[in-house]
């Protein structure tokens, strides 16, 4: 076999493998990434699985009393004013600025004149009756404003943008909370999604199958504040995370090296 020969069979050997791992992704079957399969068209199913928020130990909630007597109102209400100083920062606020409730360990708060109040495993709705009762005796028919300040969830794994994300309604579904991370990328298993959730420091471990529309039934569908999610990547994924993204490029110019190198002997 002459030299010229040898070098050609080399370069198509060489261009051959390059092209075979540039093109390793493969192609995602259908199965492997649509939601909710087993749906029909036009079906219809009641949502049975309404799940409330739950306050947990260091949550920041945000509580504030009003009534048809302003006045009457204000001893019931965290409110630091222009003349108080905020920790760490010399002076006054300048302004008026209302002061969350920290759950402490025991999940009680300190609520004014009322004293120490457990709340949770309390959803805002039971808080709220709770309050109307004790506050009876102080105020004809307060109107109680709750909200949950350090509501978010965290998407790790196979998503377009891991991370944190701070919830601004009361409640939030998996499928409202992947759309927020960009969605799962084709490499993620859609039928082995894992929730974690915390509570008075016990930790429960969910799996979840996105493809099935069994899964607004599931205890995780409503995610909660802190909960994490974690989509695994498929094997595709895996094998993808063991080789040297730059393999392709390597191998390219070293293609180009020994190309540019059998010319210019051939030359000579």
């Known amino acids: 076999m002459s030299f010229k020969n040898c070098y050609s069979s080399f370069t198509i050997i060489l261009l051959m493998l390059v092209i075979f791992i540039l093109s390793s992704c493969g192609s995602a079957k259908r ?22 928020t739950k306050f947990k130990v260091d949550d920041l909630v945000s509580i504030y009393v009003s ?3 302003p006045e009457a109102s204000v001893p019931f209400n965290l409110i630091r ?10 002076g006054g606020s300048g302004r008026l600025e209302q002061v969350d409730y920290l759950v402490d360990q025991d999940g009680m708060i300190d609520f004014p004149v009322i004293g120490k109040i457990k709340i949770s495993g309390l959803s805002p709705d039971e808080l709220r ?10 105020l004809k028919d307060p109107i109680i404003n709750i909200r949950l300040r350090n509501f978010k969830v965290t998407i ?19 499928m409202e909370a992947l759309g927020l ?16 959730r915390s509570f008075e420091g016990t930790k429960v471990y969910t799996r979840i199958d996105l493809t099935s529309k069994e899964l607004t039934k599931s205890p995780v569908y ?31 110019l070293f293609t180009l090296l020994v190309s ?3 010319i210019v002997l051939t030359r000579n």
């Open 156 to 174: 790790l794994g196979e998503v377009t943008r891991p991370g944190s994300y701070q919830v601004i309604s009361e409640q939030i579904t998996i």
């Open 260 to 262: 540019s190198t059998v």
């Open 67 to 69: 009534s048809l007597d």
């Open 31 to 52: 199965e492997d990434i649509v939601y909710f399969q087993d749906a029909s068209n036009f079906e219809t199913l009641v949502d049975n699985n309404k799940t409330a």
């Open 181 to 196: 991370a960009g969605d799962m990328s084709l490499r993620a298993v859609r039928d082995n999604v894992l929730v974690i």
């Open 129 to 138: 009756n709770m309050l109307r009762d004790l506050l009876s005796d102080y």
């Open 81 to 90: 004013g222009a003349n108080e100083s905020i920790p760490g920062i010399s």
């Open 222 to 252: 409503y995610l909660t504040q802190n909960d994490v999610v974690y989509v695994e990547p498929n094997k595709q994924g895996r094998k993808e995370s063991t080789i040297d993204p730059l393999l392709p490029v390597y191998l390219t």
